[in-house]
C-alpha cells in the first residue's frame, strides 16, 4: 500500500477585527489545528490600567488545512479569507511556525514588532532626536540598530536602541509582520 500524500500546511487565515480568539475555538471545534500566538499587552481600562493577553499577529490565525479543501475553513464565521497571492493560498513555512511556538512554548517575552531590514529607510521616534530620518545599516545584536544619518551632506553612524526605530515606507512585507496587515489584504483571497 502507498504512504499517504498530506497536502496539508499551514497558512494565514485574515480574520475579522479582535474575533481571533473565538475563530480560533470555531475552527478547533470542526477538527482543525490553529496557532494564536499572545503577548501580554497594557491596556487602559477605566482609567487603570490593566495587562491582558493580546494577538501577536492581530487580525491573523495560523490554521492547519489543505488548500484544495478550504470552504469549511472560509465559512467560519470570522474568516475573510486565506493570505495569498490573486487567488492562490500561499503556505507559511514549517520553521517560521515552529519559531513561534518555540518561543511560546520557552515563555520568552514576545510583543509585535515593525519588520525592519538592512537598507531600509528609518526614522528615530525619541523626541530628542526630533524625527530624524536615516538608513538603517546593521543590527547589532537584537536590540541595537547601526544607523546612517546624512548630515550637513556628510554620513554619520548612530549606534541606537531598537525601540526608538520606526520605518518610513514599509519593507517587502512577510506574512509573520503584524504591521503589514493593510499591505497583505490585497493578498488575501477568498
Known amino acids: 500500500m502507498p504512504p499517504q500524500i498530506s497536502y496539508e500546511h499551514w497558512f494565514a487565515l485574515q480574520v475579522r477585527t ?60 470570522g474568516v475573510v479569507g486565506v493570505v495569498g497571492n490573486g487567488r492562490v493560498p500561499l503556505p507559511v513555512e514549517d520553521s517560521e511556525i515552529a519559531a513561534i511556538q518555540s518561543a511560546i512554548s520557552a515563555g520568552a517575552p514576545v510583543e509585535p514588532w515593525p519588520y525592519l531590514e538592512v537598507g531600509q529607510r528609518v526614522r528615530l521616534e525619541d523626541p530628542t532626536w526630533g524625527g530624524l530620518e536615516g538608513i538603517l545599516v546593521n543590527c547589532k545584536g537584537s536590540r541595537r540598530l547601526v544607523l546612517s544619518v546624512s548630515l550637513l551632506r556628510r554620513s554619520v553612524a548612530l549606534e541606537v536602541d531598537r525601540t526608538m526605530v520606526r520605518p518610513v515606507r514599509p519593507a517587502r512585507t512577510s506574512f509573520l509582520d503584524p504591521l503589514a496587515a493593510p499591505a497583505l489584504l490585497n493578498r488575501v483571497i477568498a
Open 18 to 77: 479582535r474575533w481571533e480568539q473565538s475563530t480560533a475555538i470555531l475552527l478547533s471545534g470542526k477538527g482543525y489545528q490553529t496557532l494564536l500566538p499572545t503577548c501580554r499587552a497594557k491596556r487602559l481600562s477605566r482609567g487603570k490600567h490593566k495587562e491582558v493577553s493580546a494577538p501577536l499577529f492581530p487580525g491573523y490565525v495560523f490554521c492547519h488545512f489543505d488548500a484544495q479543501n478550504r470552504l469549511p475553513v472560509l465559512v467560519t464565521p
